[in-house]
Nanobody
Framework: QVQLVESGGGLVQAGGSLRLSCAASGFTFSSYIMAWFRQAPGKEREFVAAINLSGGSTFYANSVKGRFTISRDNAKNTVYLQMNSLKPEDTALYYC????????????????WGQGTQVTVSS
């Protein structure tokens, strides 16, 4: 049974930091590109960051570049998102996702999804 379980969300003031984690099970984690997406109320799900199989290559949305860092630990089957200098516009439900093959940017390409963790940034 495939599972992606996100944790680490919460309420933080603008300028603060959070670290999200996503624990994977039920599939060969090291064989999948991993990514974070987010969805704010009334908006479409949007790409945040992705990381390749080894962790040596990463890609970020322009809106988070320089503030967020994605990483993975294949020994622990876990992907992380370190979020610094948070802004109110970062408020959203954050999802992790696993991709076997396809476009890193398109949600429809991803094979597995977590249930999400809420991040709320107050001004």
């Amino acid at each position: 049974q495939v599972q992606l379980v996100e944790s680490g969300g919460g309420l933080v003031q603008a300028g603060g930091s959070l670290r999200l984690s996503c624990a994977a099970s039920g599939f060969t984690f090291s064989s999948y590109i991993m990514a974070w997406f987010r969805q704010a109320p009334g908006k479409e799900r949007e790409f945040v960051a992705a990381i390749n199989l080894s962790g040596g290559s990463t890609f970020y949305a322009n809106s988070v570049k320089g503030r967020f860092t994605i990483s993975r630990d294949n020994a622990k089957n876990t992907v992380y998102l370190q979020m610094n200098s948070l802004k109110p516009e970062d408020t959203a439900l954050y999802y992790c996702a696993a991709l076997d093959d396809g476009s890193w940017l398109e949600p429809e390409s991803y094979d597995y999804w977590g249930q999400g963790t809420q991040v709320t940034v107050s001004s």
